[in-house]
Structure formats: C-alpha cells, structure tokens
C-alpha cells in the first residue's frame, strides 16, 4: 500500500481560497491515479476529485466543478487540490486517496485501497 501524508488544511472564512497537498512516500508514485474525498460531520465520505496516472484526465463532483483544481507532481510525489471560492458546506475532513498500481481513474471511492489521515477544512459564513 502507499503511505499518503495530508496537509494545508485550517479555518477561512467563506469566499477564500485553501491549497491542500498530499504526499506519498516511496518511487512509484506514478503509478498510482490519485482522488481526493471528503466526509462531513454525520454524513459518508464522497468524491471530490480525481486525477490520472499522467495528470492528463480528471473528474470532479458537481459541487466543486469550477472552484476546485486537483493537479500532480510526479516528480514530488504529490497531488494537490486548489480551492477557490470555498463555501461553508466544504467544511470537511478532506482524504487524499490512492488507486490501484496501474489503474484507470475513476471517481469511486472502493477503487481507492490507500488513505491518508485527513486533513481538516473548516468554513466559515
């Protein structure tokens, strides 16, 4: 499994703008199609965004197309996701996740096997 580090989370009032980035551990980070999800208070965790092995492919939600960006770094072994525009309802424990070694992206959740701790974004009105 990859072991995935997330960071760049914290409190910002409702119109702000949040970088969060995930970092893995190890070589073959390439491998790897990468999502970030999210989970709110008393609610199950849902997609966010995905991005292809090569960065060249990506999904989003509905409710972040046009204010999210997710974006890769092969070389850093990281994904990032930028946030514009941030609303209150993105107020979440947000997930960096990884595929399958070699693995088309997609957008469902039990395509992810690996996980990160979380990282927490508040939002405020």
């Known amino acids: 499994q990859v072991q995935l580090v997330e960071s760049g989370g914290g409190l910002v009032q409702a119109g702000a703008s949040l970088r969060l980035s995930c970092a893995s551990s190890?070589?073959?980070?390439?491998?790897?199609?990468m999502g970030w999800f999210r989970q709110a208070p008393g609610k199950e965790r849902e997609f966010a965004a995905s991005?292809?092995?090569?960065?060249?492919?990506?999904y989003y939600a509905d409710s972040v197309k046009g204010r999210f960006t997710i974006s890769r770094d092969n070389a850093k072994n990281s994904v990032y996701l930028q946030m514009n525009n941030l609303k209150p309802e993105d107020t979440a424990v947000y997930y960096c996740?990884?595929?399958?070694?070699?693995?088309?992206?997609?957008?469902?959740?039990?395509?992810?096997?690996?996980w990160g701790q979380g990282t927490q974004v508040i939002v405020s009105a």
């Open positions: 996740a990884a595929g399958r070694p070699f693995a088309v992206v997609t957008t469902t959740r039990s395509d992810f096997p690996s």
């Open positions: 190890g070589r073959t980070f390439s491998r790897y199609a």
């Open positions: 991005i292809s092995r090569s960065g060249d492919t990506t």
